[in-house]
C-alpha cells in the first residue's frame, strides 16, 4: 500500500490517502484537510472508495461535509458516531466554535474487521481511551493511529469526553503487544516508527 499525508485544519491534523500499489482504490482517512488540497494529488485513475475517521474528534473531521458531498460512504467505530452531531461532545465548542454534521456513518467499524483497498486490506483495532470509538487501522508494514500514539512516544489527551485514562492504558499496552517494525503515521505530527516508540513510551 503507499500513504500519503497532508496536514489541514486549524490544528494542522494529519490526513491521509491510503492507497493500493496499483494507485487505483484509495481511502481518506481523518478529512482535516479540504479535497481540494488533496485531489490534485492523485491520478486520475485513483477512485476513492470512502471516508475512514480514526475518532470523532473536531480536529480530525473538520472537512467532512465536502468529503461527503463526493457521495463516499462514512466509516467508524459506533461509539464515536455521536461525536459527529454534537460540538460539545467532539470537542469543537471547548476550542470556541461549534462544528457539526447531520448525517450518521455508513459504516460501523467493529474490532478486527478489515477494509478493503482495492486487492489489500487495513484491519481496524479498537484503541479507547481518547475517545470511546478510538481506533488505529494496520497494514502490513504501517499503522494509522489517530490520537492514540503519537511519533513522540506519546498518546492522546483523556481529558475531554469519552476519554478514560484506564481505558488509554490498556489500549496502549494491546497496541504494543505486537511483534514487528510499522511506520506509525499519528494524527497529528511527524511519521514514526513502531519499535522506536514501543522502547520508550511513557504510559
Known amino acids: 500500500m503507499k500513504v500519503l499525508s497532508f496536514k489541514g485544519g486549524c490544528f494542522g491534523a494529519n490526513t491521509y490517502i491510503v492507497m493500493d500499489d496499483k494507485e487505483e482504490n484509495a481511502l481518506v482517512i481523518d478529512p482535516s484537510a479540504k479535497p481540494a488540497e488533496v485531489l490534485p494529488t492523485l491520478t486520475k485513475k485513483t477512485v476513492l472508495r470512502g471516508?475512514?475517521?480514526?475518532?470523532?474528534?473536531?480536529?480530525?473531521?473538520?472537512a467532512l461535509a465536502e468529503w461527503k458531498a463526493l457521495s463516499l460512504p462514512l466509516c467508524l467505530a459506533e461509539k464515536d458516531e455521536e461525536l459527529l452531531s454534537s460540538p460539545a461532545k467532539n470537542g469543537s465548542l471547548f476550542f470556541g466554535f461549534s462544528l457539526s454534521f447531520p448525517f450518521k456513518a455508513d459504516r460501523l467499524l467493529k474490532d478486527g474487521e478489515t477494509l478493503?483497498?482495492?486487492n489489500e486490506a487495513l484491519t481496524v483495532m479498537h484503541t479507547p481511551g481518547h475517545t470511546k470509538g478510538s481506533?488505529?487501522?494496520?497494514?502490513?508494514?504501517?499503522?494509522?493511529?489517530?490520537?492514540?500514539?503519537?511519533?513522540?512516544?506519546?498518546?492522546?489527551?483523556?481529558?475531554?469526553?469519552?476519554?478514560?485514562?484506564?481505558?488509554?492504558?490498556?489500549?496502549?499496552?494491546?497496541?504494543?503487544?505486537?511483534?514487528?517494525?510499522?511506520?506509525?503515521?499519528?494524527?497529528?505530527?511527524?511519521?514514526?516508527?513502531?519499535?522506536?516508540?514501543?522502547?520508550?513510551?511513557?504510559?
Open 51 to 62: 471516508i475512514v475517521l480514526t475518532h470523532g474528534h473536531f480536529d480530525h473531521i473538520e
Open 135 to 203: 481506533i488505529v487501522l494496520w497494514g502490513e508494514d504501517f499503522v494509522i493511529t489517530g490520537d492514540t500514539v503519537f511519533a513522540d512516544g506519546g498518546y492522546g489527551r483523556y481529558d475531554l469526553y469519552g476519554g478514560e485514562k484506564a481505558a488509554l492504558a490498556d489500549s496502549l499496552s494491546r497496541f504494543f503487544s505486537r511483534q514487528g517494525e510499522y511506520r506509525i503515521y499519528a494524527g497529528h505530527g511527524r511519521e514514526g516508527r513502531y519499535t522506536q516508540e514501543k522502547q520508550y513510551r511513557r504510559m
Open 116 to 118: 478493503t483497498v482495492g
